[in-house]
């Protein structure tokens, strides 16, 4: 069974400071996608990452992929009170007997930034 | 109207009650997906549809039973619901190729469910 397991789950932090969410996951798998969710509201799209390597940034959010370690790190730079929500990492495989991708997502990272 | 609508918001209702969740997207997509998500749990998977075909069936007890009637429409039908289904439900969709997607699933804004 594939596990996605995501640290820090809570995190609290101040404005202007650096951190990085960290999301480890239990099998192969090349294709990683990070979400945003604000509280009564629905998922985001932030970042998807294709391949081993892969980085991408978004203003003061940087996401990246180790497929060798299985892990995909979150980098918040500078962060500002906007930047509060959870966040989400999901796997993708694919269906074992079904075509088609299947997401398995981190238990999410609620994110705090104090003013 | 664009993206993936889901409606009701909120619902409320008594484990003897039937009730239909509902989702329609805009995207001009071919899969459709319904997820649970539960306090302190990641989402799960509930059901997956592609060309209205259903693909998978996540180990969803029966009182949950799903319909597509075609590629932009999907339904939840609810009876005799537990206390423990109380949760959001979330529907998605995505363009799925038969292959892994280079392209995120696309999310409603969920139905917040409460069984009394």
């Known amino acids: 069974e594939l596990k996605v397991e995501q640290n820090p789950l809570f995190l609290s932090m101040q404005e202007g400071k650096n951190y990085t969410i960290y999301c480890n996951y239990s099998t192969t798998s090349d294709r990683l996608y990070w979400y945003r969710q604000d509280p009564g509201k629905s998922l985001e799209s932030l970042f998807v990452l294709l391949s081993n390597g892969a980085v991408k940034q978004e203003g003061r959010l940087m996401a990246s992929l180790d497929t060798k370690a299985r892990l995909s790190t979150l980098h918040i730079t500078a962060a500002v009170h906007d930047l509060s929500a959870t966040y989400f990492c999901a796997v993708d495989t694919l269906g074992e007997e079904t075509s088609g991708s299947r997401l398995t997502f981190g238990e999410g990272t609620q994110l705090t930034v104090n003013p | 109207e664009t993206g993936v609508t889901q409606t009701p918001r909120h619902l409320v209702m008594g484990m003897t009650n039937k009730k239909s969740l509902k989702c329609e997207q805009h995207?001009?997509?071919?899969?459709m997906y319904w997820y649970k998500q539960s306090a302190k749990k990641p989402l799960e998977l509930m059901f997956v549809y592609n060309f209205k075909e259903q693909t998978e069936n996540n180990s969803v007890p029966s009182r949950f039973s799903p319909e597509c009637p075609n590629s932009s429409h999907l339904f939840l039908h609810l009876h005799t619901l537990q206390p423990e289904d109380s949760a959001l439900y979330l529907c998605a969709s995505s363009q799925d190729f038969g292959d892994y997607s280079n392209q995120p699933q696309h999310f409603g804004d969920g139905t917040r469910l409460s069984i009394l």
């Open positions: 995207l001009g997509h071919n899969a």
